[in-house]
């Protein structure tokens, strides 16, 4: 037989022959075509595979049986390829076959495939009852040969079954049939015991498979106890987070206390400052009005005392002014100094000799040494010797400038011969200041003295009397002459000088500017006598007006300081011209100055002051109302004998004129102390209403402190509410945020669940079909796997992941009323659905009992349901006992109802409205921008996890933890048994 036949349809028609199974090897090997593999008759094992495309070759080799070569073939199986194997063993004809059209697990249903076309050579090879199934289409001749057992080659088709191709192989000849048939009864016990073996490693495989299935299960156990290890240090760590916010809830709350103590405090303190300023206030009140009577009457009496003082005061100044002025009149009303200038350097040159004895000097007598004659003595008011400067000249003078101030007028000259000092006397030098500015430093001083009673003004005119002419010495030189200078008389014993300048000084500086502007404007000239010698009758008008503060008196005085020119001899000084005309009318009004002192010496009715403008100047001076100091000027120098005795004659005349009572010039008087009076009147009540105003101001300064307090204290009281409010509203949120968190993880938990169902479904077989497979576990003693175990010994059941913890997320609106509304019955709320997350995936999902209403995080204890899990299928058996033992502290209303209570229906329409409760809890959860950043940025606030009501704020008690409604404090030792510590908020359970 050619190879090339078994080709299509494979056929072996002769395989006994070791040349052919050689063929059929080395064809095996080349990959050209596959035959049934080979035949080894002695081993009475044949296999074959088909296809050469898809099938791989097995080799069958020595020891090989159908048994051993199971493997492989599952391997190849395994690999996924199709085979066609065949098997025969003994006698019998054992066929399995698989076909790519066959789905590779119907290997194991090959038994029942060849059912019916087993074929026994016992009783003859015929074909079976029913031809083997061959679902290919095309025809599958399969022809054995077995030449070694005189097996009739089989062939088998899918139309025709299994047919023996040849007559010869028929039992009736075989000639071996005998030993046959006891071989065939042995292989028919074999396959017995075959098929017996069969199904044990249909089991065993399916052992291994349901091994692996565990294996995989426990795998997947493994993965759900690390999940749910890791959702317990999530739920550890948010814990943690709410323990903080208890924390940052209590320092909250102990700064909430501090603020409100503080607050009750400051309002204490505002309360009692409020009474302290009323008290004040009506005491200020009363003690202003006391002072402003106090004061009404001091300053009255003040007012009286200083009325009476001030008439006092002038009543002693006026007495002052009598007793001086009397002093002065008993002194006699012209007084007159005598002063003697030293002898000059010429003099004292030519040796010329003192004829003046000053020995008697201080009694006011001087002894004049005459020409031959006796020494004569003249007593003046005063003599100054040679040696006396002029500030002890002027020591004498100053009272007259008290009296110009005092409203009197007055008025100094000097006289002499020309060349004596009277100039010197009077204007004095740079150095030694002369009677005229020492006078006017004296106004100025008593004025400062008298500032604060007495207002003065003071002017200056500075004239001279040149020629008969009165000329302004304060005009500048080109205005000299222009206007003609004459004196009038403008009121009774009054006359002055209209147009005359007068230079209003305030201080000396001033003074000292006009007296220097008229000094340099004055005519001088030099004679024989004198070098620069006066030759005009200068005279220094000083007119004071005094108002005096106090009454109101007004005065207005003149002192005239007159430096008259120097009387001479013409035939002595041998002056000539204009310088004799100029003493001509020097000599003219000193002889009519004579003419006036004589005519007032004698009390002449008629006093002849017109005859020269400088007698009419002096009219008011030497009138009687007037206080008239002179300087008798003269010369020691022998020489000067005749002159000096004229001129001390004269001066004794003048000594001797009694002018009268000095007449004090007031002006308006009455009028001016009525104004004062008024204006005094006027200051009194300004100073009262400033006191008023005063007292006003500190009552109204003490309202605004008052006002400002009452704010302050209003702002804070704001502050507290505002801090309530803020409080309420981040418990809210705090509250909602864990109650999403908690639905959150529920519904992964659920999510998770049913993932694990679905992939469950196809990848298992059906276990609950299999129950018989865990017999036969037991019939083996094969101890099953304990899916509890591990669980067990994680001491899993310590986190007490209660079914009840599902049950938050509901009734949320509840919780927000009854947080507001404290004295709310608690109402058990029947949960929505509860469950727990099955880890099994063909138990049933059960539904928990309803819990009652949760407001922690805390894992509520695990209380065990009475429907009863499959003992293989509850991981948390051991757990229940354990916390059932836990829950026997926990008041019992508190523990869910048994399940077995709720009907299908009310389960049905718990689970769709605690959907629906997760729904919308996710959807706020949704509309929270982050709870965790609200939480971050109000510095974690805590809710939720106690039911806590803390009253603060403006009735000012203390705040203070309340347990609301059914909560119950868990022992202390259940505590500690717990294994998360999150804080004094969370040990409240419900
Ligand atoms: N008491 C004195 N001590 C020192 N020197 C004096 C004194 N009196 C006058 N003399 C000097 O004598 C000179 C003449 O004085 P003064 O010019 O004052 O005289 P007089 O009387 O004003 O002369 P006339 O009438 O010509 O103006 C001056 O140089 C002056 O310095």
């Given at each position: 037989m050619e190879l090339d036949e078994w080709q299509d349809p494979l056929l072996i028609t002769d395989v006994s022959s070791q040349q052919q199974e050689e063929q059929q090897l080395s064809l095996i090997n080349s990959h050209k075509y596959y035959p049934f593999s080979s035949l080894d008759v002695s081993r009475n094992t044949l296999m074959g595979l088909k296809d050469s495309t898809r099938c791989t070759p097995i080799k069958i080799e020595e020891g090989n049986n159908a048994e051993n070569l199971k493997d492989p073939v599952a391997e190849s199986v395994i690999n996924g390829r199709d085979m066609l194997g065949f098997s025969l063993t003994s006698p019998d004809l054992v066929i399995c076959t698989g076909s790519p059209d066959i789905p590779r697990r119907s290997y194991g249903d090959s038994p029942e495939f060849l059912k019916g076309c087993s074929i026994s050579l016992e009783n003859g090879i015929k074909g079976s009852e029913q031809p083997p199934?061959?679902?290919?289409?095309e025809d599958l001749c399969l022809h054995f040969e077995l030449p070694s057992l005189s097996v009739p080659i089989v062939s088998i088709s899918s139309e025709s079954g299994i047919q023996f191709s040849d007559d010869k192989y028929s039992p009736q000849n075989n000639s071996v049939e005998v030993d046959q048939r006891l071989q065939l009864a042995k292989v028919c016990h074999e396959k017995e015991l075959k098929e017996a073996k069969w199904p044990v490693e249909e089991l065993k495989r399916e052992n291994e498979l349901k091994c692996k299935e565990c294996a995989e299960a426990w795998k997947s156990l493994k993965e759900l106890q690390n999940e749910l290890m890791r959702k317990s240090m999530h739920v550890g760590s948010l814990a943690f987070a709410i323990e903080g916010q208890v924390k940052e809830k209590s320092r909250w709350f102990s700064s909430l206390r501090d603020l409100t103590r503080k607050l009750k405090i400051l309002k204490m303190d505002q309360i009692k400052v409020s009474e302290e300023a009323l008290l004040y206030k009506q005491q200020l009140l009363a003690d202003f009005a006391d002072m402003s009577s106090t004061i009404q009457s001091k300053l009255k009496e003040q007012v009286e005392l200083h009325e009476d003082l001030k008439i006092k005061f002038v009543k002693g100044a006026k007495e002052r002014k009598e007793l001086y002025n009397k002093v002065l009149d008993l002194k006699g009303n012209i007084r007159v100094f005598c002063r003697c200038r030293p002898l000059n350097a010429e003099e004292t040159a030519a040796g010329a000799s003192m004829a003046i004895d000053f020995e008697a000097a201080k009694d006011g007598e001087l002894t004049v040494k005459s020409n031959g004659m006796s020494k004569k003595t003249y007593k003046f008011d005063a003599i100054f010797s040679p040696q006396a400067d002029q500030a002890e000249v002027f020591e004498d003078t100053a009272p007259l400038a008290t009296s110009v101030l005092d409203g009197y007028n007055a008025c100094i000259f000097a006289y002499g011969q020309t060349g004596s000092g009277k100039t010197f006397t009077m204007e004095g030098t740079e150095e030694a200041r002369g009677v005229n500015y020492r006078t006017l430093e004296e106004l100025f001083r008593i004025i400062g003295e008298r500032k604060n009673t007495v207002h003065y003004e003071i002017s200056v005119s500075v004239l001279e009397v040149y020629n008969e002419q009165i000329r302004d010495l304060l005009v500048s030189g080109s205005q000299q002459g222009v206007k003609r200078l004459e004196i009038k008389q403008v009121g009774e014993g009054m006359h002055h000088v209209p147009g005359l300048v007068e230079a209003h000084v305030n201080n000396m500086t001033e003074v000292w500017e006009a007296l220097q502007t008229g000094s340099n404007a004055r005519a001088v000239g030099s004679t024989n006598a004198n070098?620069?010698?006066?030759?005009s009758h200068c005279i220094l008008c000083v007119m004071v007006k005094g108002e005096n503060l106090l009454n109101g008196e007004c005065t207005r005085s003149k002192l005239w300081l007159i430096d008259l020119a120097g009387s001479e001899r013409i035939a002595k000084t041998e002056v000539q011209g204009e310088r004799l005309k100029e003493t001509q009318n020097i000599n003219r009004s000193l002889s009519a100055l004579g003419d006036v002192i004589s005519s007032l010496a004698t009390k002449?009715?008629?006093?002849?002051?017109?005859?020269s403008k400088l007698t009419h100047l002096l009219q008011d001076s030497l009138g009687g109302d007037s206080k008239t100091l002179m300087f008798v000027q003269i010369s020691p120098n022998e020489s000067d004998l005749s002159e000096t005795h004229c001129s001390l004659n004269f001066a004794s005349r003048v000594r001797g004129i009694e002018l009268g009572p000095a007449k004090k010039q007031v002006d308006s008087m009455e009028l001016l102390k009525y104004k004062q009076m008024v204006e005094k009147g006027k200051q009194d009540m300004k100073n009262k209403d400033f006191h008023m105003k005063k007292m006003e101001d500190t009552i109204h300064g003490l309202d605004i402190k008052l006002k400002e307090k009452d704010m302050k204290n209003k702002n804070l009281q704001d502050k507290i509410k505002e801090l309530e409010s803020q409080l309420l509203v981040e418990r809210k949120l705090a509250r909602q945020h864990v109650n999403s968190k908690i639905a959150e993880q529920f519904q992964q938990q659920l999510i998770e669940q049913q993932n694990e169902k679905q992939e469950a479904a196809p990848m298992r077989p059906p276990f609950a079909n299999k129950i018989s497979v865990q017999k036969t576990y037991d019939e083996n003693k094969d101890p099953p796997i304990n899916t509890t175990r591990p669980l067990t010994e994680n001491n899993f059941h310590k986190l007490s992941m209660a079914p009840a913890t599902v049950d938050c997320p509901f009734k949320q609106n509840n919780l927000t009323e009854k947080e507001n509304n404290p004295d709310i019955d608690e109402q058990v709320v029947v949960p929505k659905r509860s469950g727990r997350a099955s880890m099994c995936p063909i138990a049933n999902r059960i539904l928990p009992a309803p819990a009652p209403r949760r407001n922690s995080l805390v894992p509520l204890r695990y209380v065990a349901p009475v429907t009863k899990f499959p003992p293989s299928l509850l991981p948390l058996r051991s757990i229940q006992a354990e916390e059932t033992e836990d829950a026997e502290g926990v008041d019992s209303k508190c523990l869910p109802e048994p399940t077995s209570q709720c009907s299908p229906k009310e389960l049905k329409s718990v689970s769709k409205k605690l959907n629906s409760v997760l729904r919308r809890s996710l959807q706020k959860k949704m509309q929270f921008k982050s709870p965790l950043q609200q939480y971050i940025r109000r510095v974690g606030v805590n809710v939720g996890a106690e039911k806590v009501r803390v009253s603060i704020g403006s009735r000012g008690r203390m705040a203070h933890r309340t347990l609301l409604g059914n909560a119950i404090r868990v022992p202390k030792e259940n505590q500690q048994k717990q294994r998360w510590n999150i804080g004094t908020a969370a040990r409240a359970v419900l």
């Open positions: 199934v061959i679902t290919k289409d070098e620069h010698s006066s030759r002449s009715p008629h006093i002849p002051f017109r005859n």
